[in-house]
Antibody, heavy 114, light 107 residues
Framework: EVQLQQSGPEVGRPGSSVKISCKAS????????MNWVKQSPGQGLEWIGW????????DYAEKFKKKATLTADTSSSTAYIQLSSLTSEDTATYFC???????WGQGTLVTVSS | DIQMTQSPASLSASLEEIVTITCQAS??????LAWYQQKPGKSPQLLIH???SLADGIPSRFSGSRSGTQYSLKISRLQVEDTGIYYC?????????FGAGTKLELK
């Protein structure tokens, strides 16, 4: 059974960074790219980008190129997203998703607050 | 960027009613279109992929269709558990874009 287990909620200070994890199980981690999606409170869904865990290659939406950094650790089958220079606009739930968005993590709430 | 114009924004329907939600793509996206249902506090669930293919485990009352650059999700006999927010997603080109969502409630 495919499972994507995300790390717990994070609180970040304005200007700081946070790093969220997404641990994959139930499939070969390097077989599928991992996508990341942002959902601001009460809002819709925005695609951030994907990482190919096998090669480390990435593709980002232009809007998130300076905000998000996607990495992956094949030894632990875990994908990461780091969000930098946090502002209130980054307060949101972040999801990982794979296999054409067929499987999703449960989401991680990031709150930016001083 | 490809814009996905989803309508209606909200919808109230009765049990067993037929419901249709549409997404209009701003340019050709082929069959790179999927539909999702999201319940409060949960992650989206895939309903339809490749515009018309039913995802595993999804009831057959859900169906997807395509006419040119207009895509539709149809629920043939609305059930209580079908309430939620529905989104379309195009994966044809970067950036992948979601529709704004349709909030479906029971009348």
């Amino acid at each position: 059974e495919v499972q994507l287990q995300q790390s717990g909620p994070e609180v970040g200070r304005p200007g700081s960074s946070v790093k969220i994890s997404c641990k994959a199980s139930g499939y070969t981690f390097t077989d599928y790219v991992m996508n990341w999606v942002k959902q601001s409170p009460g809002q819709g869904l925005e695609w951030i980008g994907w990482i190919d865990p096998e090669y480390g290659s990435t593709d980002y939406a232009e809007k998130f190129k300076k905000k998000a950094t996607l990495t992956a650790d094949t030894s632990s089958s875990t994908a990461y997203i780091q969000l930098s220079s946090l502002t209130s606009e980054d307060t949101a739930t972040y999801f990982c998703a794979m296999k054409g968005f067929a499987y999703w993590g449960q989401g991680t709430l990031v709150t930016v607050s001083s | 960027d490809i814009q996905m114009t989803q309508s209606p924004a909200s919808l109230s329907a009765s049990l067993e009613e037929i419901v249709t939600i549409t997404c209009q793509a701003s340019q050709d996206i082929g069959n790179w279109l999927a539909w999702y249902q999201q319940k409060p506090g949960k992650s989206p669930q895939l309903l339809i992929h490749s515009a018309t293919s039913l995802a595993d485990g999804i009831p057959s009352r859900f169906s997807g269709s395509r006419s040119g650059t207009q895509y539709s999700l149809k629920i043939s006999r609305l059930q209580v558990e079908d309430t939620g927010i529905y989104y379309c997603l195009q994966r044809y080109s970067n950036p992948y874009t979601f529709g704004a969502g349709t909030k479906l409630e029971l009348k």
